[in-house]
């Protein structure tokens, strides 16, 4: 079977994806016993659109996200250590145990959350890549939400702000079907959630989510355009998530004909049979792979387990500016 992506390129999304299934799989199950407490969303189901949106951009690029964000951030290169142990809330975790699920962080790694109120990244986003052509930059920024957040009044306001100022940023909509329980035809009678941009004379589309190679191609265009200094794009990507919304959530809201007929789609199964009707790997080194996440993942919970909790003299670090350096705090 001919594809316009090579070996490296699969690979690469197949190892990534499976991190990512097998990471959410160990905090679902760490949370049923107890050892992760609060707010937990998973990301199982929608790992193509981490994986495309990665082999689209570069490390330079900016990301921020709503709460549903443990994918995403390994996708852009947080640690599994520094992940599980953010769900422990353990000192050695990505925001040193204080923002737990819903708040994952990393400057370095230009993740900029990881957000709890649901569209407040939105305004986010548009201010991050406002930064980007204030300094002269040309990398973007990926702003992601769900259909849910979609319906928020940030979102007009960000973007008609984005596109009068032309700002390089990629509005994402993650279309998993439903907010929290509620789905998108009991919220709105435009179903094609990518026709807002219409609005504003943004340029607007719908991508398949459970492709890795539709979301990179999707991804790609819009990433040309905004460095070239094109303005916005808003994407729909169309995903499914096979857990509930939270750990908390049944999923009654839902068939299960409903949820098989959207496994049968699931993107890691389709890049892997890519891999092997290509002959870009041998059953021996599938199996590798799967066993060097397996270990990662294991090893992330070990160093959970083992990680001290922050100190009581933590509590009021990294609430205020440094008056020092005012923009950004350690």
């Not at 299960?256 to 092997?276: A, F, N, Q, R, W």
């Not at 599938?286 to 990680?307: H, M, P, W």
Request: hydrophobic share 35%; with cysteine.
């Amino acid at each position: 079977m001919q594809t316009p992506f090579d070996k490296k390129t699969y690979l690469y999304w197949y190892e990534l994806m499976m991190l990512m299934r097998r990471f959410e799989e160990k905090a679902g199950q760490l949370y049923g016993m107890q050892k992760i407490r609060g707010f937990c969303h998973l990301y199982i189901g929608q790992e193509a659109v981490a994986a495309g949106i990665m082999s689209a951009t570069r490390e330079s690029d900016n990301m921020i996200t709503a709460y549903r964000d443990h994918g995403l951030a390994i996708a852009k290169g947080i640690s599994a250590d520094a992940c599980m142990a953010e769900l422990y809330g353990k000192v050695t975790g990505c925001t040193k145990g204080k923002g737990g699920s819903m708040h994952f962080f990393s400057k370095e790694k230009r993740f900029f959350g990881g957000h709890g109120i649901v569209g407040a990244q939105i305004g986010l986003g548009a201010g991050i890549a406002f930064a980007e052509q204030y300094q002269g930059t040309d990398n973007v920024t990926i702003c992601m939400f769900g259909d849910g957040a979609a319906r928020q009044g940030m979102l007009h306001e960000a973007f008609n702000m984005a596109v009068l100022w032309k700002l390089p940023v990629i509005f994402i909509c993650e279309n998993n079907g439903y907010a929290m329980g509620t789905s998108v035809e009991r919220t709105s009678k435009v179903l094609d959630i990518y026709r807002m941009a219409d609005a504003y004379d943004m340029p607007g589309d719908s991508v398949d989510g459970m492709s890795c190679e539709e979301v990179h191609k999707g991804i790609e265009r819009a990433v040309r355009r905004g460095r070239e200094g094109g303005g916005p794009t808003f994407l729909e990507i169309k995903t499914y998530r096979y857990r509930g919304h939270s750990m908390s959530d049944p999923a009654k809201y839902r068939s299960k004909e409903e949820l098989e007929e959207y496994k049968e789609k699931d993107p890691i199964v389709s890049v892997l049979k890519t891999i092997m009707d290509n002959n870009y790997a041998t059953q021996e080194e599938i199996d590798a792979i799967n066993e060097k996440v397996r270990l990662e993942v294991e090893a992330s919970v070990t160093f959970a387990e083992e990680s001290p909790y922050p100190d009581d003299n933590e509590l009021y670090k990294d609430i205020y500016m440094d008056e020092n350096y005012p923009f950004i705090v350690d």
